[in-house]
T-cell receptor, first 113, second 113 residues
Framework: KNQVEQSPQSLIILEGKNCTLQ??????????LRWYKQDTGRGPVSLTI?????NTKSNGRYTATLDADTKQSSLHITASQLSDSASYIC????????????FGGGTRVLVKP | NAGVTQTPKFQVLKTGQSMTLQCAQD?????MYWYRQDPGMGLRLIYY???????DKGEVPNGYNVSRLNKREFSLRLESAAPSQTSVYFC????????????FGPGTRLTVT
């Protein structure tokens, strides 16, 4: 079964610190992998999109990495800010299966002052 | 440019009642989607419309119907609401193509008692 698993489920970090979120997937073959940020009570907003040939992609203080061989991705947040408090969702797009998207359950990040 | 808009934001229904969730986008996107998001689970696709005039079932279509009214609007109807349909519903839209990101609306929080 095609799945996307994220860890940890939640984490608390102090403002200014870095953190790394993990995503493991079994979707194969896949077209691309996305990371979304979802603020409480809002819809998800795209942070990065990576194809299988890309190893890393940055968007400001967010850096995503992808290892297509081990089917793992990570999202690194540098110098966290209070506004980074949100859920971060890993999403994999299938190359076949009608190009459907499979969403991970998300990691809830809380940044404390 | 409002992006993707959804109405209503909140709704409480009694079991057996019907309602329609409205979604509109002003980005001239071809494809539109309806998802539901339940606690601890990834977003799951209910129905999608790859282009005006077409609709297809997603992962969890039972109990729902959709209408692609025109290129801008895509509605989701619950004919006879059940408590299992208590969820947050998101509409999304995108241009056609694997690398185009999906833009999400703000969501509708539905409670069925």
């Amino acid at each position: 079964k095609n799945q996307v698993e994220q860890s940890p489920q939640s984490l608390i970090i102090l403002e200014g610190k870095n953190c790394t979120l993990q995503c493991n997937y079994t979707v194969s073959p896949f077209s691309n992998l996305r990371w979304y940020k979802q603020d409480t009570g809002r819809g998800p907003v795209s942070l990065t999109i990576m194809t299988f040939s890309e190893n890393t992609k940055s968007n400001g203080r967010y850096t995503a990495t992808l290892d297509a061989d081990t089917k793992q991705s990570s999202l690194h947040i540098t110098a966290s800010q209070l506004s980074d408090s949100a859920s971060y969702i890993c999403v994999v797009r299938h190359q076949a299966a009608g190009n459907k998207l499979t969403f991970g359950g998300g990691t809830r990040v809380l940044v404390k002052p | 440019n409002a992006g993707v808009t959804q109405t209503p934001k909140f709704q409480v229904l009694k079991t057996g009642q019907s309602m329609t969730l409205q979604c509109a986008q002003d980005m001239n996107h071809n494809s539109m989607y309806w998802y539901r998001q339940d606690p601890g689970m990834g977003l799951r696709l209910i129905y999608y419309s790859a282009s005006e005039g077409t609709t297809d079932k997603g992962e969890v279509p039972n109990g729902y119907n959709v209408s692609r009214l025109n290129k801008r609007e895509f509605s989701l109807r619950l004919e006879s609401a059940a408590p299992s349909q208590t969820s947050v519903y998101f509409c999304a839209s995108t241009l056609s193509g694997a690398l185009y990101e999906q833009y999400f609306g703000p969501g509708t929080r539905l409670t069925v008692t």
